[in-house]
């Protein structure tokens, strides 16, 4: 794992607030809800990605099968 990582989500994060703020101030919540759903899934892929990796990992290092 890379401390990248942890700042690129942070930055679909901002993204994402901001959209959701600037959708909001124009009375679009529907879509503002829609904005941050979809920001959740694409950061929940990412995660689940990584911890699928550290599972992978864990089984390598103790030769698990």
């Known amino acids: 794992m890379d401390i990248s990582v942890i700042f690129k989500i942070a930055a679909v994060g901002i ?3 901001v959209v959701c703020q600037v959708l909001k101030k124009s009375d679009r919540d ?7 759903l979809v920001g ?7 995660v ?8 992978e990992e864990i089984r390598r290092i103790f030769e698990l099968y």
Request: aromatic share 4%; proline share 0%.
């Open 30 to 36: 529907d879509i503002a809800t829609l904005v941050s």
């Open 15 to 17: 993204i994402i607030t």
């Open 40 to 46: 959740l899934v694409i950061v929940l892929t990412v």
């Open 48 to 55: 689940i990605g990584m911890v699928g990796d550290l599972f």
